[in-house]
């Protein structure tokens, strides 16, 4: 079972860097594949970033690329999202999502079964 829960969105400024976290309560976190959505206004929710279950793989959008980094700790049941260089274009709701499927390159959402409640992340310019 997994249950996650998405914290530290916030409104920053463009340029600015912010950092979210997902906390995973459930006993099987080390076991799947963790990724990041987000919503923009407006638009459909979209693949951010996903990260394997030993935290050896990544891969992210094209458009957060260089920007963004994700990474877990096991030990903690928590994945994270370091933003840096944000423009406005990054405002959207984020996502943190569990996949019990392998493998990093899949950006679908019907691969990932479990979903956090999102956190709101504004970028003014």
């Known amino acids: 079972q997994v249950h996650l829960v998405e914290s530290g969105g916030g409104l920053v400024q463009a340029g600015g860097s912010l950092g979210l976290s997902c906390a995973d309560s459930?006993?099987?976190?080390?076991?799947?594949?963790m990724g990041w959505f987000r919503r923009p206004p407006g638009k459909e929710r979209e693949f951010v970033a996903a990260?394997?279950?030993?935290?050896?793989?990544?891969y992210y959008a094209d458009s957060v690329k260089g920007r963004f980094t994700i990474s877990r700790d096991n030990a903690k049941n928590t994945v994270y999202l370091q933003m840096n260089s944000l423009k406005p274009e990054d405002t959207a709701v984020y996502y943190c999502?569990?996949?019990?499927?392998?493998?990093?390159?899949?950006?679908?959402?019907?691969?990932?079964?479990?979903w956090g409640q999102g956190t709101q992340v504004t970028v003014s310019s």
């Open positions: 999502a569990a996949s019990p499927s392998s493998g990093v390159t899949g950006t679908s959402e019907a691969r990932f079964d479990s």
């Open positions: 459930g006993r099987t976190f080390s076991s799947h594949v």
């Open positions: 990260i394997s279950w030993s935290g050896g793989y990544t």
